[in-house]
């Protein structure tokens, strides 16, 4: 395989965050609240530690979301008809994503009432 140069690298990643989001409801919906939350936080003005973890959590989220979505499209290329370790594969995955976005809504959570007990 020859070498690909950073910038190559970095436009096939953003062709499969592109790919995800023409295909991907949830990867949408998630992208959108990912996009939101730097001005949610402005306004807030938690801590800056539950800040980062908001946002490390929100691109956690995403990243998830986008190993799913491989696992899924690999996995129904390689095998197109149902098979049930397929079906159990992928339903881990996206228990995987669940569990992520799970996480992510505690540490929503916490912040607020972080944030509201200090007012």
């Not at 339903?91 to 992520?100: K, Y």
Request: hydrophobic share 60%.
């Amino acid at each position: 395989m020859a070498k690909r140069s950073f910038m190559q690298s970095v436009g096939d990643a953003l062709a499969g965050v592109a790919a995800t989001w023409r295909t991907q409801r949830s990867f949408r919906i998630q992208a959108v609240l990912a996009a939101a939350l730097p001005v949610i936080l402005a306004w807030l003005r938690p801590p800056l530690v539950f800040s980062a973890l908001c946002l490390t959590m929100a691109m956690l989220v995403l990243a998830a979301e986008l190993f799913n979505t491989a696992l899924e499209r690999l996995a129904d290329h390689l095998h197109p008809e149902h098979h049930p370790a397929i079906g159990a594969a992928k339903d881990c995955a996206a228990g995987a994503v669940l569990l992520v976005c799970a996480g992510a809504g505690l540490v929503g959570i916490l912040t607020l009432v972080v944030v509201f007990a200090e007012r």
